[in-house]
Nanobody, 121 residues
Framework: QVQLVESGGGLVQAGGSLRLSCTGP????????MGWYRQAPGKQRELVAV???????NYADSIKGRFTISRDNAKNTVFLQMNSLKPEDTAVYYC???????????????WGQGTQVTVSS
């Protein structure tokens, strides 16, 4: 069982900042990407940001310039620094990892349990 452990959500006023972190399992064959998705009430889950193994990052247009994704590959950890938060950023944020558990296994997607981010106006 692959566990992704998230932390860092909470309640913040508009314009404030939060930092999310997500740590994957310590022993894994390969992690190809780690990233963050979010799901607001009544809406579909959407990509926020993803960081690939080669160091590149992709962001949703709605958060470009405000959020920054980073990784600590040695600790299988991904961070999401969220600045200038807006009420529309309110959602449950889910960590995602596309990884290969063992040498002979196929890559697959794994999810964290989700962490609530609430931005008040």
């Amino acid at each position: 069982q692959v566990q992704l452990v998230e932390s860092g959500g909470g309640l913040v006023q508009a314009g404030g900042s939060l930092r999310l972190s997500c740590t994957g399992p310590g022993i894994i064959f390969s992690i190809y990407s780690m990233g963050w998705y979010r799901q607001a009430p009544g809406k579909q889950r959407e990509l926020v940001a993803v960081s690939t193994r080669d160091g590149s990052a992709n962001y949703a247009d709605s958060i470009k310039g405000r959020f920054t994704i980073s990784r600590d590959n040695a600790k299988n950890t991904v961070f999401l620094q969220m600045n200038s938060l807006k009420p529309e950023d309110t959602a449950v944020y889910y960590c995602n990892a596309h990884l290969q558990r063992r040498m002979l296994s196929l890559p697959d997607d794994y999810w964290g349990q989700g962490t609530q981010v609430t931005v008040s106006s």
